[in-house]
């Protein structure tokens, strides 16, 4: 009876070490070409493209502030046909 036991004691650590998911010891870092926390910016009421002064400050306002009008056909890119044209 302890063997048996014993056996689906082994079993049992075998597989949860199976299911466990692993850490990578060396993650890397999300690549994001504007900082999360630029301080240059600021959400102050501009809404459209026209208002803007860089592809990147468009970029900002689009994932920062809410109730812009910036990104037309809904592809996450901003004010592609001035100032993001590329």
């Known amino acids: ?18 299911l466990t998911p692993k850490q990578e010891n060396n993650p890397q870092p ?16 501009r809404k459209h493209c026209s208002q803007m002064k860089s592809c990147e400050e468009a970029k900002w306002f689009l994932r920062n502030c809410a109730d812009t009008q910036i990104d037309g056909d809904g592809d996450g890119i901003p004010c592609e046909s001035s100032l993001c044209s590329e």
């Not at 009876?1 to 199976?18: D, E, H, R, T």
């Not at 999300?30 to 009421?45: A, E, H, K, M």
């Open 1 to 18: 009876m302890i063997f048996v036991g014993l056996i689906g004691y082994q079993v049992y650590q075998f597989a949860a070490a199976k």
């Open 30 to 45: 999300i690549n994001t070409s504007i900082p999360l926390n630029n301080t240059q910016y600021r959400c102050d009421g």
